[in-house]
């Protein structure tokens, strides 16, 4: 399942921008979305090598990782459980979960916060089961992300990502390094306050100064909106008919066009964005717009 994908890079129409290039991550699978194809991939290599058959992970109630990995899961023949944050719910998100196979666990928010030891509790005595911390966060998930790089087949001034763990901004930073290229990444966090993006980035790779983290376009913090951000989503939807996601990447490109307003970055730049899929977050915030 993970031997072909298309993922291809196409220029788009958005003023006033000349040279505004997107990756398209989110074409790689309607489930196993984006970033998170990405980030599976070595994980479950390494379920696999070490012959594992049932995979353990952690994450919201609207968590593309869950569903990424409730769909990798069943494609690649394994047994899947998940430990959902939060008293039971039903939406959509999990409705994939549940219908791809995945266990759904659901668990208080304090219980939650020590994973280790939710996974010893349930799964100590299972020698087949595999722990995935939430989102999917491991040096494996990196080196999958590194491949967004050696996928370019041209140079780009500016590379764009939004970021929520962090994991995959590691990779694409790491991958940057590995080739020797001059292109500054341009991270987002859409997380509010997100001074920790640094340090979880320094547990895979050094800091160097082709980072550029943008810490002021959470609009609020994970998954929060403002009227702003929905209007831009529709403009820039109607526009180049690319979808956004509210949580991540109509985060991105909203700090694409702004700091270009700003002055920071031209017109005439060669800037690629990454769309990290995660379009199903589009309908869970349906009331939004
Ligand atoms: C999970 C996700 C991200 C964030 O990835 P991290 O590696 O956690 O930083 C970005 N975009 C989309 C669409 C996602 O689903």
Not at 156 to 181: E, N, P, R, S, V
């Amino acid at each position: 399942m993970f031997e072909e994908i298309y993922s291809p890079v196409q220029k788009i129409t958005f003023a006033p921008f000349n040279n505004l290039f997107v990756k398209r991550d989110d074409l790689i699978d309607p489930y196993i979305s984006g970033n998170k194809w990405r980030k599976l991939k070595y994980i479950l290599a390494k379920a696999k090598a070490d012959c594992k058959t049932h995979l353990v992970t952690f994450g919201g109630a609207y968590s593309n990782h869950l569903v990424a990995t409730a769909a990798a899961a069943s494609r690649s023949g394994l047994a899947a459980t998940a430990f959902v944050r939060g008293e039971e719910v039903k939406n959509e998100m999990l409705l994939l979960c549940s219908l791809f196979g995945m266990e759904l666990i659901f668990t208080n928010r304090e219980s939650y916060r020590d994973k280790q030891q939710l996974f010893d509790q349930y799964f100590a005595s299972d020698a087949q089961a595999y722990f995935i911390n939430e989102g999917g966060a491991s040096i494996e998930a990196t080196i999958g992300c590194a491949e967004v790089i050696e996928e370019l087949v041209e140079p780009y001034d500016h590379i764009f990502c939004a970021a929520g763990t962090g994991t995959t901004a590691a990779g694409l930073l790491k991958g940057i390094q590995q080739y020797g290229l001059n292109t500054k990444l341009h991270i987002i966090p859409v997380l509010k306050g997100a001074t920790f993006i640094k340090e979880e980035i320094t547990k895979y790779t050094p800091i160097s100064d082709h980072l550029e983290l943008h810490l002021d376009y959470h609009f609020g913090g994970y998954a929060k909106t403002t009227p702003e951000l929905i209007s831009f989503i529709k403009s820039f939807t109607a526009k180049t008919g690319l979808l956004l996601d509210p949580v991540y990447t109509a985060k991105m490109f909203y700090a694409i066009q702004d700091l270009q307003q700003q002055g920071i970055i031209g017109t005439e730049e060669k800037i690629l964005a990454i769309h990290t899929g995660g379009l199903m977050g589009l309908f869970g915030m349906r009331d939004k717009f």
